[in-house]
């Protein structure tokens, strides 16, 4: 995403941490790990708050599909 595709946010499209990691399926702690590794979804950092754009989720999920246990 560039910085156009967020002119046109709503209040729904921000997610918290919390939520976001119920999306995912995993624990709420393993995002601020993974935000320090450098891995997982895009995340906006507003002051000391972090929220996820949606669109931003549905992607990670999009690049973590497999087909076949052999691709990386």
Do not use: N
């Amino acid at each position: 995403m560039d910085v156009h595709d967020y002119q046109e946010l709503s209040p729904d499209d921000l997610i918290d941490t919390k939520t976001a990691a119920k999306i995912l399926d995993t624990s709420p702690g393993t995002l601020p790990i993974w935000r320090h590794q450098g891995k997982g979804p895009a995340f906006l950092k507003i002051g000391r708050s972090v929220r996820y754009h949606r669109q931003d989720l549905m992607a990670y999920l999009a690049d973590c599909r497999r087909v076949s246990t052999s691709q990386a």
